[in-house]
């Protein structure tokens, strides 16, 4: 299908990245618009929904979505030419997920081939508790989070914070590794962040979300320089999805107030930013070639 302007826009988007579990659909919307930005009808031909196995480069049919546009279920509005997919994952559909769709739309019934990717977890590897506590550690905010985890593993887990007013402040990532089990996981706001920004409490922890990291070999080997790891990491062989998907935490945490005086105005330091240094003035600057004039 041609990519030129036609005076025509359709947008056919996931409302998420991923479905998590089997107790939900994904939800999945499609709609064109003339160019007074009135929705038209659309005739769907043909849809059909594929998993790719991005490791063997295969593609396999998945049984098919429902779609609507009578207003019922997931659909927001009867007729009104915006029309909803839903599909709910199975067991054997982790990984990247195609929806493809043939349209004829417009007057001019003009045609086009449309998809929408997203990436499917059935198993949940872990979820969380809405059990936090929060403390003030070498200046910095420290917010734990509880979680359940199913799937022992190398966890990567993340969150947004927000000040008073809602505006996005800081942002906090953790590579941890987990058992099976209740627990808690360590999220830290550095501190200069909060008085540089001026930052107001109380502050909201949101966006909540992690992954399971599931590669052919030990996650920490990227960081081992030696001949040996990098051999088992090139000659690791590839038969899954390379994560597994927590469900993203929908409510947030609202924590007390505090004084900016209470955080650190120390510049951010760790094990991993020295290393990091002390290998950037290991690098010998080159020169830049010689011109020579003619």
Known sequence: ??????????????KTWAIVGMENDI????????????AIPIRIDNHAMYHYKEWDGTKTQAHNADYTDNG????LMANDNIYTFTWRPMSNHWGQMFLEVDITYSPEDKKAHIVAAFFSS?????EFTNYFREVIEDGSLVIYAGISVYTS???????????????YIAYATEDVKLSTGSQEVRLLFYGKILRDAEARSPYTLTSLRGYRENLPFDPELFGDPSPK????????????PDKEIIPIFKEEHKTKEYSLDEFSDKEWQSPEKDRRIQEL?????????????E
């Open 27 to 38: 939800v999945i919307t499609l709609e064109c618009r003339d160019s007074s930005n009135k």
């Open 72 to 75: 019922t279920g997931a659909d």
């Open 153 to 167: 593993g190398s966890y990567n887990i993340q969150a947004n914070l927000k000040d008073v007013n809602g505006n």
């Open 281 to 293: 003035k290991s690098i010998e600057p080159t020169s830049p070639p010689e011109i020579k004039s």
């Open 229 to 240: 790891a990098l051999k088992i990491i090139q000659s690791a062989k590839t038969t899954e």
């Open 1 to 14: 299908t041609s990519k030129k302007p036609n005076g025509y826009r359709c947008h056919f988007q996931p």
């Open 122 to 126: 059935p198993r949940k590897p872990a």
